[in-house]
């Protein structure tokens, strides 16, 4: 019952959300290995991470097999849970833009728009009135419109290094993403306690 | 898209024996506890006019499953059972005895958009009272409801209560308006609390009130309400005095642990308009079941009558109840054509003891040991040695 488990993205995020629990103050193991466990115990707090691929923390989360867990916004946006949005992290910046070979026009009649959000980019393209085709890729986004896939992606800038690299560049920003710190509604109300410590110490990390 | 002979629609469900034993366990407890306390169960019908309660019902038009009848009029399978019983009681039988208590087990019909496996057919059970205003008749349902969860020995059980009306009427007195009042309920219902502290940014609420504001969303007592009431204004203040001569009755039953008083609480059921409560457990991930006073809604079937009630969602509750109650199969009597008129003397006389009896004729098993496995004893007629 004391137990709180959160469930992490695995990657880059990973280093600093945990970099970011150790500077609130959590006694947690010096160096995790995240490339191949899945679960790893922080006796001295109690705690239990899943790691976690950053799409599937919502789902754990949502259905409480992890109390709480860390997501990008961007993550939050395309899958809609039924999560508590708690604190927003401020950590692993970043944007989702529309992008696309430069000087070139949307096909006036039907445009095609590859993208690992789905969701994000229909709203987008609706919200402009545009009639568009989604194409859903699981990677590689980029080189959609290089073979003539797409007209545009849409995608998570960070630097916009990746873009610049494939020749691409940035149309439209849709919105701004950084990672949050979201609740199980259950664990939200069973172990409120412990939860609202934890938002609390991360608040100060995040605003600091 | 050819069909598989075995599948089922998009988010149905077969019960297999086991689920359908406990579930009717469930039923017949929590069905009991309602009649108890003087509530009389009713039916309502599966399909209802799309124009009447599809609309009332404040579910989703897109979770609605919708189907024409041979009028061409737009029918749904019911999506809930308050809407259906608040028409029952403004229709012609109840409108008499006011205040009447009705209770329900029904299933309710939902279409799930993610995840096939997501129930769109699942069973409530839960009670309304209608035509009572008091606070009494909200601390009944709170504890009847809790009195179900009890017997049904789900853990570490939670009852988190806010006030719709108390929360509206406070986000006036920070001077908002309408508009901005539905931006932070959406905030709200939505549990987003990163969106909900966006917009204390963008609203005009003096500098000074901002953190008192802020704190909304973190309070456990109704102590903690007292630092957004104003004590000067009548209504304010007598909903607090109502609310707390709620605790003192909640407090009296036992319940005072289990309680949290969160203001900023409130459902996404719009129809709610005061009092509303949601019950979660530690065994499911998803709350057990919700309530609330919906003097609105009466008043869309042309009644002038407060009512109150609750649902709980029986296949939460299925994954909350303790899994020691372990159903112990029970007696099998094998038997042969010789021993036939004694194995059923035999099975007549344990029936009539309460016993599960199942009677079997031995050669038609084709294997004999998984098959006694299943029973908790068994009687072999059947000429093999009893074991």
């Known amino acids: ?80 849970r039924s ?3 708690l604190l927003d992290l401020g ?90 710190l979201i609740a199980n509604p259950v664990s939200y109300r069973l172990k409120q306690d412990r939860i609202q410590e934890l938002v609390e110490k ?4 995040a605003m600091g | 898209m050819t069909i598989e002979m075995f599948e089922k629609p998009l988010g149905m469900r077969d019960d297999f024996p086991f689920i359908a034993k406990k579930k009717a366990e469930l039923r017949t407890k929590g069905t009991e506890i309602m009649q108890q306390a003087g509530y009389d169960l ?77 129930p769109a057919e699942f069973e409530q059970m839960g009670v309304e009272l209608i035509g009572d205003n008091s606070l009494y008749a909200d601390a009944e349902v709170i504890i009847l409801a809790s009195a179900i969860l009890k017997e049904l020995e789900v853990e570490s059980g939670r009852i988190v209560i806010g006030h719709t009306q108390l929360l509206q009427s406070i986000l006036k007195e920070f001077g908002l308006d309408e508009r901005q009042i539905e931006k932070v309920r959406e905030a709200l219902v939505s549990k987003n609390s990163v969106r909900f502290e966006q917009l204390v940014g963008e609203l005009a609420i003096a500098s000074e009130k901002v953190e008192v504001f802020k704190a909304l969303n973190r309070s456990k007592t109704l102590e903690d309400w007292k630092q957004w009431i104003n004590f000067t204004n009548p209504e304010q203040n007598a909903l607090y005095e109502e609310m707390l001569k709620l605790e003192k009755i909640i407090d009296r039953n036992g319940l005072s642990d289990s309680v949290t008083y969160d203001l900023s609480f409130i459902s996404h059921m719009t129809y709610y308009t005061g009092l509303v409560f949601e019950f979660y457990g530690a065994g499911s991930g998803f709350p057990l ?18 009512a109150t009630g609750f649902g709980l969602r029986v296949d939460r509750l299925l994954e909350a109840i303790s899994p020691n109650q372990e159903n112990s199969a029970g007696t099998l009597i094998l038997f042969v054509e ?50």
């Open chain 1, 83 to 85: 999560v508590h949005e």
């Open chain 1, 1 to 80: 019952m004391d137990e709180l488990t959160i469930a992490m993205p695995k990657g880059r995020i990973f280093e600093e959300a945990y970099e970011l629990l150790v500077n609130a103050g959590y006694d947690l193991p010096k160096e995790i290995d995240d490339s191949r466990k899945l679960i790893v115990e922080a006796p001295n707090e109690k705690i239990r991470f899943i790691l976690a691929k950053p799409m599937d923390v919502p789902v754990y989360v949502e259905h409480g097999v992890a109390d709480v867990g860390i997501a990008g916004k961007d993550v939050m946006l395309e899958l809609d």
């Open chain 2, 42 to 118: 009713l039916q309502t019908p599966t399909l209802e006019y799309y124009e009447t309660i599809g609309k009332i019902s404040a579910i989703p038009d897109k979770a609605l499953f919708k189907l024409l009848d041979s009028q061409g009029e737009t029918l749904v399978l019911r999506p809930d059972m308050t809407s259906p019983i608040a028409r029952v009681a403004a229709s012609k039988l109840l409108k008499e005895k006011m205040p009447v208590r009705l209770g329900y087990y029904s299933n309710v019909f939902r279409a799930q958009k993610r995840e096939g496996g997501r």
């Open chain 2, 289 to 306: 079941g919700n309530g609330g006073r919906y003097d609105g809604l009466m008043n869309q079937f042309g009644l002038q009558v407060g």
């Open chain 2, 338 to 387: 010789e021993t036939e008129q004694e194995a059923h003397e035999e099975a007549q006389k344990l029936r009539a003891q309460g016993e599960h009896v199942t009677l079997q004729y031995a050669p038609a098993v084709q294997a004999i040991d998984e098959f006694t496995g299943l029973f908790k004893e068994v009687r072999r007629l059947d000429g093999a040695l009893n074991g």
């Open chain 1, 202 to 205: 991360l608040r100060k990390q």
């Open chain 1, 91 to 180: 950590i692993s910046q970043c944007y989702i833009a529309t992008a696309g070979l430069p000087n070139t026009e949307m096909n006036p009649v039907t445009p095609r728009i590859a993208t690992k959000y789905p969701r994000i980019a229909s709203r987008f393209y609706r919200g402009m009135g545009e009639q568009v085709e989604i194409i859903e890729l699981n990677g590689s986004i980029e080189l959609a419109p290089m073979i003539g896939l797409a007209d545009r992606i849409v995608d998570i800038v960070s630097t916009g290094k990746t873009l610049k690299e494939n020749g691409l560049v940035e149309y439209e920003k849709i919105v701004d993403i950084t990672s949050r």
